[in-house]
T-cell receptor
Framework: SAVISQKPSRDICQRGTSLTIQCQVDSQVTMMFWYRQQPGQSLTLIATANQGSEATYESGFVIDKFPISRPNLTFSTLTVSNMSPEDSSIYLC??????????FGPGTRLLVL | GENVEQHPSTLSVQEGDSAVIKCTYSDSASNYFPWYKQELGKGPQLIIDIRSNVGEKKDQRIAVTLNKTAKHFSLHITETQPEDSAVYFCAASILGNQFYFGTGTSLTVIP
């Protein structure tokens, strides 16, 4: 398994501002992912964070809105830019080692007013 | 791409009874099927998984069955306890590739 931490655990933000969420894992992993989970809904993949290169975004998500960094094999950040109330969600980081399953962090609960 | 359907969306059982959650998938190439449990205010936690070369896997009160021909897999929880109350998600993938998640089942175990 993997021990994953996310910061902040929750936040309340004003519209138009940006928030950066950090994901730290206790050992090196091959893959890191960012998901969004809207209230009462399933998990939607935002992007795959690639170490040393630009993230790979899923349809409907763009780099300008959700810039992602992954400077090494244990850390990644997701920024939610120019926030609106529609961005209120749980943002989840997950990690995967080659040939293994995905493990999720505890999530960041974001409320945009 | 893969499409995963999950039923039921909500499930209430009496403590001690069994609970069954079913998922179907569309891509016959999928070979890995994990189940996650998400408690309120927490991230999803892997509880059991199965690969396509196995038909059934059991871990204490939890079991998963896979029917590759029919492209469906199920989670079975026996002797349910109040702490089993949570939202359960199934997923399907070709291992090493994107996970496709079901829509979730909210399980309530009534003491």
């Amino acid at each position: 398994s993997a021990v994953i931490s996310q910061k902040p655990s929750r936040d309340i933000c004003q519209r138009g501002t940006s928030l950066t969420i950090q994901c730290q894992v206790d050992s090196q992993v091959t893959m890191m992912f960012w998901y969004r989970q809207q209230p009462g809904q399933s998990l939607t993949l935002i992007a795959t964070a690639n170490q040393g290169s630009e993230a790979t975004y899923e349809s409907g998500f763009v780099i300008d809105k959700f810039p992602i960094s992954r400077p090494n094999l244990t850390f990644s950040t997701l920024t939610v830019s120019n926030m609106s109330p529609e961005d209120s969600s749980i943002y989840l980081c997950s990690v995967e080692r080659e040939g293994e399953t995905q493990y999720f962090g505890p999530g960041t609960r974001l409320l945009v007013l | 791409g893969e499409n995963v359907e999950q039923h039921p969306s909500t499930l209430s059982v009496q403590e001690g009874d069994s609970a069954v959650i079913k998922c179907t998938y569309s891509d016959s190439a999928s070979n890995y099927f994990p189940w996650y449990k998400q408690e309120l205010g927490k991230g999803p936690q892997l509880i059991i998984d199965i690969r396509s070369n196995v038909g059934e896997k059991k871990d204490q009160r939890i079991a998963v069955t896979l029917n590759k021909t029919a492209k469906h897999f199920s989670l079975h929880i026996t002797e349910t306890q109040p702490e089993d109350s949570a939202v359960y998600f199934c997923a399907a993938s070709i291992l090493g590739n994107q996970f496709y998640f079901g829509t979730g089942t909210s399980l309530t175990v009534i003491p």
